[in-house]
C-alpha cells in the first residue's frame, strides 16, 4: 500500500494510509486504524430529504433511480440482492405515494406549483 507522511501542527509525524471502505467500497484515507468511511460511520437515522420518513438506504435508492440506474445495477452497486432492492422500491411508492419508478425519478423535480394544477 502507498503511504504518506504529513506533519501535523504539534511536529509529529504521521502516517496517513489509503483505505476502501468495508461497507461501502469507497476509497478514503485515515491515520488511525478504520475499516469504514466517515459516511458509513454515520448513524443510521431517518432522512427527510426526499419524503416522510425515508430511511437513508432507501435515499439511496431513490438517488440511484434518478440516475436511471436499473434494479440489477442499483443491488451491485449496493451490495443488495435484486429482491431486496424491488421490497425497497415498493415501500419507497407506498411512502411516496407514486406508481412507478418514472414518478418517483421526477418526483422533487416538478415545481409544486405544477402539481396543484
Known amino acids: 500500500m502507498h503511504q504518506m507522511r504529513s506533519t501535523m501542527s504539534r511536529e509529529r509525524d504521521v502516517t496517513v494510509t489509503p483505505k476502501t471502505c468495508a461497507r461501502c467500497g469507497s476509497r478514503f484515507e485515515s491515520v488511525r486504524r478504520e475499516y469504514v468511511c466517515v459516511a458509513c460511520r454515520q ?19 431513490v438517488a440511484l433511480i434518478r440516475q436511471a440506474k436499473a434494479n440489477k445495477e442499483i443491488a451491485y452497486e449496493l451490495c443488495l440482492s435484486e429482491g431486496t432492492v424491488k421490497e425497497y422500491l415498493n415501500r419507497i411508492y407506498k411512502k411516496l405515494q407514486v406508481k412507478n419508478r418514472t414518478e418517483l425519478a421526477l418526483r422533487g423535480l416538478v415545481p409544486r406549483e405544477a402539481e396543484a394544477s
Do not use: F
Open 43 to 61: 448513524p443510521r437515522s431517518k432522512s427527510k430529504i426526499d419524503g416522510p420518513d425515508l430511511s437513508r438506504r432507501e435515499t439511496q435508492i
